[in-house]
């Protein structure tokens, strides 16, 4: 089962707006970021998919969506077309729950799939196509194996890193995401992941800069700003401490390899 020819692009619908209805002919997977949507398929019961919730629109069905009326909804699309699909495997994506909640792994993904397109780092669509695809088996792989392994604080604490990694963030903001108090997060981090929050955050930063330095032509301080970067400088010494390298000599490096 893959998703070939794949789109990725972030999208703020409007407050009130409606899509459909329409027969979906592809396959969608929209992320939930701020306000909220309610999905009607065929003739099922309205569904309210509030933010921080996946949902997928298989191909072969009647939906419409209509957008929050209190405030405009930021979502992320990631659209193709589904191939290679075993009658079992159809039966079972057929029988799935349309929604779950938004993991730092489901983010993570949508997020490299924007990344990619943005970037037209494509490889003629087949890093992108491969990304929707892991997104989907990422989604059947989290139905299939519930309860999460890391307890949900952790997983909120994540996801909410994995979506503001460019924003000025601080522990307690993390934790108020996560809903626990910060010490209690910093105990669950260093007994599960070995790691603080905090330190979990600028590894994500400095891991998300190497990406973006070796995979694409953006300015270095272009780099740092969606890093979450103050500076070009902290940035340029944060990778130099982590690889060896200023950023510049790390991207010819790379490229010359």
Known sequence: MRIAHATAR????????????????????ILIHSGSIELTVDAQPPRHVPAGQLCLLLPGHTNEIVVDRAADTRQTLIRGRLENVTEQMRGWLESLRPTRPLSSALTYLAREAVVTEQTRLT?????LDALATALLWRFVAEFRNLPAALPAPIEAAR??????????????????????????LIRLFRTHMNTTPVRYLWDRRISLGVELLTSTGLPVGSVAARCGFKTSFHFARKVRDVTGLPPSALRESHWRA
């Open 123 to 127: 490889a003629d669509g087949a890093l």
């Open 10 to 29: 972030e999208i703020v619908q409007p407050a009130g707006s409606r899509i459909g209805p329409r027969h979906q002919h592809e396959i969608h997977l």
């Open 159 to 184: 996801l909410y890193i994995h979506t503001h990694v460019a924003d000025p963030i601080t522990l307690d903001d993390i934790a108020r995401a996560a809903s626990v108090t910060p010490a209690h």
